[in-house]
């Protein structure tokens, strides 16, 4: 009997172990669940945040006017700008607005030819002048062009293909504009 109890106590203790053991195991696998159902979580909560300040931002963006828009597919344009200051022809960089990414307005040499090359929606205020201007870092509206501004010693006057045009930097370029700007 002694014998028996003695093998019952080993079996018992076998069970035990086993039963600790494969407590163990269960209780890390519902911690690995429940990692793994965080981590999606986390996931679905960013992507759908992501999702939903994107759809945000559009629907509260005001509607672009039919009038603004030039185009729907895209424009590649090239206006001639020449800038002159009291009858000294200012030079136009090569290069400007190409970098690690081409902007939408951009040079390739110093004859004045602008390129435009937008893709997808155009509106006016893409190809305005001023927008050439801010990716140049120069100043330009109404009133000055670089450091020359309206007053004793000179004003400002911009042609567009021949005629005057008071629309300076809000101008919105055509292709094959001839954009002249004179500080006279």
């Given at each position: 009997m002694e014998q028996d109890q003695q093998q019952l106590?080993?079996?018992?203790?076998?069970?035990?172990?086993?039963?600790?053991k494969l407590d163990e195991q269960r209780r890390f696998q519902r911690k690995k669940t429940i990692k793994r159902i965080s981590k999606i979580a986390l996931v679905v909560l960013i992507v759908g945040g992501g999702i939903g300040a994107i759809s945000w931002y559009v629907v509260k963006q005001p509607p672009i006017p039919a009038s603004d828009i030039i185009s729907?597919?895209?424009?590649?344009?090239h206006p001639e700008l020449s800038?002159?200051?009291?009858?000294?022809?200012?030079?136009?960089?090569?290069?400007?607005?190409?970098?690690?990414t081409h902007q939408m307005i951009h040079t390739h040499d110093t004859t004045g030819v602008l390129h435009l090359e937008i893709q997808g929606l155009v509106v006016k205020n893409d190809t305005t002048l001023s927008?050439?201007?801010?990716?140049?870092?120069?100043?330009?509206?109404?009133?000055?062009?670089?450091?020359?501004?309206?007053?004793?010693?000179?004003?400002?006057?911009?042609?567009?293909?021949?005629?005057?045009?008071?629309?300076?930097e809000n101008y919105p370029m055509q292709d094959k504009d001839k954009i002249e700007i004179r500080y006279e």
């Open positions: 106590n080993t079996k018992s203790e076998y069970d035990l172990k086993r039963q600790k729907r597919k895209g424009v590649h344009w800038i002159y200051i009291k009858d000294k022809q200012q030079e136009i960089p090569a290069n400007l607005g190409i970098g690690v927008r050439f201007f801010k990716i140049w870092g120069k100043q330009f509206d109404s009133n000055c062009i670089f450091e020359s501004c309206n007053g004793p010693n000179g004003k400002l006057k911009m042609l567009v293909n021949g005629r005057e045009n008071t629309e300076f």
